[in-house]
Structures are given as structure tokens and as C-alpha cells.
């Protein structure tokens, strides 16, 4: 007995000093929005939050949605395409994530994202549109095409979320991690620098496409002051959303996949081919954000398809 208890002791101990090697405090707002900020950002009060966001291009609107842990630059490439081809292109930083940070209700579920993105282009005066997301956003795109089926005009997913199997569950550690409670505790005071860069190798299928600036944005994004308290968070919630029925969705879809997708498996396609007369297109040698690591491809993809 005495031998288990001095085992725990300096396992404990231990961790204990690495806890304390690798905490990391908070970057100000102010830094990372001197840093991440255009003459294109905006910043409006919902819910207590400053929600960044932009408004690019003249057109017809469409609405673009990160996933979790990323933030509105994303869709950088798809914006440029996009406003190219006469389209107003509307981005932002949903709770939890980039400059716009945690909400302090902390609530994260798909049902309040829903509610949050109506309220955000009433305000703007956006009221029907063409809506995009992948991955979290997917998941708020094809919940708010279901909810508001009048408002939408075309709707196009990218490795959506929504479902998930358990034997081909998410495969990146910090998502596995962070639905460990007192883990989560510990990873909101860490240095996220070492989990960011092992995340991206997850999300993508070509890890030379990484960029350096691509790990930097993510690494001080993740750092804002509550953002990682808020990851846990909503990754905790996950498992408590309710199932729809997809199938009710009448709203023209688009769904692109990339193949190799470690985070969400391929498999899980076959839950959003229920979406009526839906229009798929699978990406070899892609991972879990096309917009990302194909965005040439995917948005033109994207812009044939919402010109039909």
C-alpha cells in the first residue's frame, strides 16, 4: 500500500512540475487584433461578446462558417474567389474561437450557434443567403438550412459535422483530450503550441502545405484570453446534441469530402446523402478542410455550383 501511495505521490509531483514548465499565459486582445485584423473587420455586440467579422464583395450574399479551433481567415482564398465572381461575402469568428472568444453563458451547443448566426445577419441586414461551413460550421449550416429553410438559398458543407461513430470517431488527440474534465482544466492554463501544430498535421492529409504563418495564426488565436477554456467547452457538448432528421433538409446542397479525413471519417457521408437530391464531390489526397488544403479547387467547385 505504502508503495502504490509513494508511486501516485511522484506521478503526481511530476506532473505538477510539467504543469508549471509549460502554462502559458493569455495574448491581449488588443495584440492579436493589431496582428489579425483588416481595414475590411468589423466588431459588433451580441450576447456580451465583440464579434469580428467582414463584409467583402458586392452581390449575391453568401455566409461563411469555420470550424472548431480556427477562425474567420479560413475562407481567406474562397473570399478572394468569391468577391471575384460577384458575390458579398460575409465571415466571421463565431463563439469560442479567434477574436471573438468565449461567451460567457458558455454555452457551445449547435442549438445556440444557430440562434447567434440569425441574430448576427439580422443586424446586418442579411436576409436570405447562401450559407457555408466545415466541420463545426458545417454542423451550424446544414441546423440552420433545417431551422430557417426559407432563408437559405443554397447550402454547401464541407466535411460537415453533425454525426459520429464510434468506431471511426474523432481521430485528433486534443478532441479526445478535452472531453477529459480535469485535462481539460490543465490545457487551458498550457502553452497550446505543441497541440496546434499536431492538430493541423491531423487536419491535413499534406502536412507540407502547413505553412508556418498557418501555425502561428492558429497557435496566438488559441492563446486569446478564454478561448481555451471555451474549446474544452464545446468539445464537452458534443455528445449531448440532439440527432435530426437530415433528410428534411429541401434546401440545394453541395457537400464536399476530402477523402482522407482523420478527424471526421468518410464513412460519415453517407448520414448527409439523406439530404434530398444533394450533389457530393470527394477530394483525393485531402484531409479534413478542403477550403484549406484544396481551396482553388473547392471553391471552384463551390462557385460553379451556386451558379447553376
Not at 474567389?81 to 458558455?106: C, E, H, Q, Y
Not at 458534443?238 to 453541395?254: A, F, G
Given at each position: ?121 439580422q443586424q446586418i441586414g442579411i436576409d436570405t443567403f447562401a450559407i457555408a461551413g466545415n466541420s463545426l460550421g458545417g454542423e451550424i449550416a446544414w441546423k440552420y438550412a433545417y431551422t430557417?429553410?426559407?432563408?437559405v438559398t443554397k447550402l454547401i458543407l464541407l466535411d460537415p459535422a453533425g454525426f459520429y461513430s464510434k468506431n471511426k470517431g474523432n481521430g485528433a488527440i486534443v478532441f479526445k483530450l ?131
Amino acid at each position: 500500500m505504502k508503495k502504490l501511495f509513494r508511486i501516485l505521490l511522484a506521478i503526481l509531483i511530476y506532473v505538477g512540475i510539467l504543469f508549471f514548465f509549460l502554462q502559458k499565459k493569455s495574448i491581449p486582445l488588443q495584440e492579436l487584433k493589431a496582428k489579425y485584423t483588416t481595414s475590411a473587420s468589423k466588431f459588433m455586440d451580441i450576447d456580451s461578446m465583440q464579434v469580428h467579422y467582414r463584409i467583402e464583395g458586392e452581390g449575391k450574399p453568401i455566409v461563411l462558417i469555420h470550424g472548431t479551433g480556427s477562425c474567420l481567415q479560413t475562407w481567406d482564398t474562397w473570399t478572394d474567389s468569391l468577391t471575384k465572381n460577384n458575390f458579398k461575402v460575409i465571415r466571421l469568428d463565431m463563439p469560442a474561437f479567434g477574436l471573438t472568444g468565449p461567451n460567457k453563458n458558455n454555452d457551445y451547443s449547435s442549438k445556440y450557434y444557430v440562434d447567434f448566426l440569425d441574430r448576427f445577419l439580422q443586424q446586418i441586414g442579411i436576409d436570405t443567403f447562401a450559407i457555408a461551413g466545415n466541420s463545426l460550421g458545417g454542423e451550424i449550416a446544414w441546423k440552420y438550412a433545417y431551422t430557417h429553410p426559407k432563408k437559405v438559398t443554397k447550402l454547401i458543407l464541407l466535411d460537415p459535422a453533425g454525426f459520429y461513430s464510434k468506431n471511426k470517431g474523432n481521430g485528433a488527440i486534443v478532441f479526445k483530450l478535452a472531453k477529459i474534465k480535469w485535462i481539460a482544466t490543465l490545457m487551458s492554463k498550457m502553452d497550446t503550441k505543441i497541440i496546434v501544430n499536431q492538430t493541423l498535421k491531423d487536419v491535413y492529409d499534406d502536412n507540407t502545405k502547413i505553412t508556418d504563418a498557418t501555425k502561428k495564426m492558429y497557435y496566438e488565436m488559441s492563446l486569446r484570453a478564454g478561448n481555451r477554456e471555451s474549446f474544452s467547452a464545446r468539445v464537452q457538448q458534443i455528445e449531448k446534441e440532439p440527432v435530426l432528421d437530415i433528410s428534411k433538409i429541401i434546401t440545394p446542397t453541395l457537400i464536399e469530402w476530402g477523402k482522407q479525413d482523420k478527424l471526421l471519417d468518410i464513412s460519415l457521408l453517407d448520414n448527409f446523402k439523406k439530404i434530398p437530391n444533394a450533389m457530393v464531390a470527394i477530394y483525393d489526397h485531402c484531409g479534413h478542410s478542403p477550403q484549406e488544403e484544396i481551396p482553388a479547387l473547392s471553391v471552384t467547385d463551390a462557385i460553379n455550383f451556386l451558379k447553376k
